[in-house]
C-alpha cells in the first residue's frame, strides 16, 4: 500500500521518489516519524560551526595541530548525528517496514549505511 502524495511529497513532507543504484522503484507506507529530530539538527549544528571555525583557522594561518583537532571535532559531531539517524530509522521506519513486508527497506537502509560508512 503506498501513501498518498500531494506535490510530489508523501502526507509526511518527505520525498520518496528518490533515485537508488538498485533497479527496482518503490515507496515506503509507513510513516516517518523523527521524535530526535532537535538533537540531530543541533549536533550538525555544533558540526557547521566547528566547520566554520576551521575555515577560519586555516585562513588566519593556525598551527596545523589545532586545525586537525578541530576537524576531528567536525568528523565526530557528524559521526554522531548519522548515528542518531540510523538509531530512530532502526527503531522507527525498518521496524514499521518489516511489519508491513517492506523488504526493500532493508535493503537500502544496508546501502547507506554502506556509503555513510565509507
Given at each position: 500500500?503506498?501513501?498518498?502524495?500531494?506535490?510530489?511529497?508523501?502526507?509526511?513532507?518527505?520525498?520518496?521518489?528518490?533515485?537508488?543504484d538498485h533497479d527496482h522503484e518503490h515507496t515506503h507506507s509507513h510513516p516517518h516519524v523523527h521524535a530526535n529530530k532537535k538533537a540531530v539538527a543541533n549536533r550538525l549544528a555544533r558540526a557547521i560551526g566547528h566547520l566554520s571555525k576551521v575555515k577560519r583557522m586555516v585562513e588566519e594561518d593556525c598551527?596545523?595541530?589545532?586545525?586537525?583537532i578541530q576537524l576531528a571535532?567536525?568528523?565526530?559531531?557528524?559521526?554522531?548525528?548519522?548515528?542518531?539517524?540510523?538509531?530512530?530509522?532502526i527503531t522507527h521506519c525498518i521496524v514499521d517496514a518489516v511489519e508491513e513486508g517492506d523488504d526493500d527497506a532493508i535493503f537500502d537502509l544496508c546501502e547507506a549505511i554502506d556509503k555513510f560508512m565509507k
Open positions: 500500500m503506498h501513501q498518498p502524495k500531494e506535490n510530489g511529497l508523501s502526507l509526511h513532507g518527505h520525498d520518496h521518489e528518490h533515485s537508488h598551527d596545523c595541530s589545532e586545525v586537525l571535532a567536525v568528523r565526530a559531531a557528524i559521526d554522531n548525528a548519522g548515528k542518531e539517524i540510523l538509531k530512530e530509522h
